[in-house]
């Protein structure tokens, strides 16, 4: 399995409270990707960063930020978060593959809870 | 971005192949089709990818006509662990590919 981690894997937070997710890689990958899946949506992407410090909105960022100091690092920040963002997010990296377009691979998930 | 359709859910049996279609009309030139499986509490993972024709693996096949309107993941003899959400994406690169709501495949003894 590809070496993603994210943490926490379970978090629990009040409405309004800033909560920021990390992922670690050791994989090297240059592509990031921040997901959030919730019941009825499949996976849905939110921001994605194509290398250190460039990162852009996927098609459902309002409400979250994000950073990429290091390659191995991808924080998605929810500035105040609310009931709407519970959800279960996942990681993701990839690398362009010579026989076409990119594979992912996802991380185990961190399950947010917002009250 | 090219859209896709597929089946919400299918139901099978152990030992049987099972084919689940996805409609990819305004597929683009340049774009791949990607299968992804996701078990309940994980991530999604890879498990094929073409651009036309037929193209086989240990898992899978994938069988995508002239056109490339459509595709068709093959599962042979499928097991109870096979039971899971199947995605079809159409993409060029990861940045344009979404996830839709999947296939629930549920595979019964």
């Known amino acids: 399995d590809a070496g993603i981690t994210q943490s926490p894997r379970h978090k629990v937070t009040e409405t309004g409270t800033p909560v920021t997710l990390r992922c670690h890689q050791t994989e090297n990958h240059r592509y990031m990707y921040w997901y959030r899946q919730d019941p009825g949506h499949g996976l849905r992407l939110i921001h994605y960063s194509y290398g250190v410090k460039d990162t852009d909105k996927g098609e459902v960022s309002d409400g979250y930020s994000v950073s990429r100091s290091k390659t191995e690092d991808f924080l998605l920040t929810l500035e105040s978060a609310t009931s709407s963002q519970t959800s279960v997010y996942f990681c993701?990296?990839?690398?362009?593959?010579?026989?076409?377009?990119?594979?992912?691979?996802f991380g185990p998930g961190t399950r947010l809870t917002v009250t | 971005l090219a859209k896709t359709t597929q089946p919400i859910s299918m139901d099978s049996y152990e030992g049987q192949e099972v084919n689940i279609t996805c409609s990819h009309n305004n597929i683009a030139t340049n774009d791949y089709i990607t299968w992804y499986q996701q078990f309940p509490s994980q991530g999604p993972r890879f498990i094929i990818q073409g651009y036309k024709t037929k193209v086989t693996n240990e898992v899978a096949s994938l069988f995508i006509p002239a056109d490339r309107k459509s595709s068709t993941l093959s599962l042979p003899r499928v097991s109870l662990s096979d039971t899971a959400v199947y995605y079809c994406?159409?993409?060029?690169?990861?940045?344009?590919?979404?996830f839709g709501a999947g296939t629930r495949l549920t595979v019964k003894p």
């Open positions: 994406l159409v993409g060029d690169n990861d940045n344009d590919m979404r």
């Open positions: 993701a990296i990839s690398e362009s593959i010579p026989t076409g377009a990119y594979e992912q691979y």
